[in-house]
T-cell receptor
Framework: AQSVTQLGSHVSVSEGALVLLRCNYSSSVPPYLFWYVQYPNQGLQLLLKYTSAATLVKGINGFEAEFKKSETSFHLTKPSAHMSDAAEYFCAVSGRDYKLSFGAGTTVTVRA | EADIYQTPRYLVIGTGKKITLECSQTMGHDKMYWYQQDPGMELHLIHYSYGVNSTEKGDLSSESTVSRIRTEHFPLTLESARPSHTSQYLC?????????????FGPGTRLLVL
């Protein structure tokens, strides 16, 4: 079985500040990990994914995430927040049965 | 750019009505999924399909049913809507080539049952 825990349901950052969203996973097989973003009234859009090729994964819109096996973590970061980053972010892990298990999501608000 | 469509986007309906939520994709993907999403909660898989004439129930029990008669179409039906069915329903598809594959999501249908 696999699961994901996202620490913090809400994160508020100032424009230009670092964005850090935390994700810890549990998986009985080598994990494939994903970060998705959901803007208001839209579906989920893939930001980036870890497929074991490299531990530091770069995604769209300036986001990146680092896979740390020893910490079972896959935290998402962006050096400088922009107003357009306000959205909900979901971490997910792909299990043995090819299905995705999602975290509960973290809502990001960006203060001007 | 993913091409997956859901209609209607918003639906308000009375208890006991039959409803069908439509989902179509133009990418030729074999796998399709329905998720239920409530505020502050993780997405829950309620149905999935590996191809034409294949449907399976997901991890979250649901009173809805699905069909997959054509590759591009994966409708979800509620025979008798109840207030407990109020939620957002997201459809997704993927190529079906392995655990690392990306799922592409539609914009969702927000359902309110009065």
């Amino acid at each position: 079985a696999q699961s994901v825990t996202q620490l913090g349901s809400h994160v508020s950052v100032s424009e230009g500040a670092l964005v850090l969203l935390r994700c810890n996973y549990s998986s009985s097989v080598p994990p494939y990990l994903f970060w998705y973003v959901q803007y208001p009234n839209q579906g989920l859009q893939l930001l980036l994914k870890y497929t074991s090729a490299a531990t530091l994964v770069k995604g769209i819109n300036g986001f990146e995430a680092e896979f740390k096996k020893s910490e079972t973590s896959f935290h998402l970061t962006k050096p400088s927040a922009h107003m357009s980053d306000a959205a909900e972010y979901f971490c997910a892990v792909s299990g043995r049965d090819y299905k995705l298990s999602f975290g509960a999501g973290t809502t990001v608000t960006v203060r001007a | 750019e993913a091409d997956i469509y859901q209609t209607p986007r918003y639906l308000v309906i009375g208890t006991g009505k039959k409803i069908t939520l439509e989902c179509s994709q133009t990418m030729g993907h074999d796998k399709m999924y329905w998720y239920q999403q409530d505020p502050g909660m993780e997405l829950h898989l309620i149905h999935y399909s590996y191809g034409v004439n294949s449907t399976e129930k997901g991890d979250l029990s649901s009173e809805s049913t699905v069909s997959r008669i054509r590759t591009e179409h994966f409708p979800l039906t509620l025979e008798s809507a109840r207030p407990s069915h109020t939620s957002q329903y997201l459809c997704a598809s993927s190529e079906g080539r392995g655990r690392q594959e990306t799922q592409y999501f539609g914009p969702g249908t927000r359902l309110l049952v009065l």
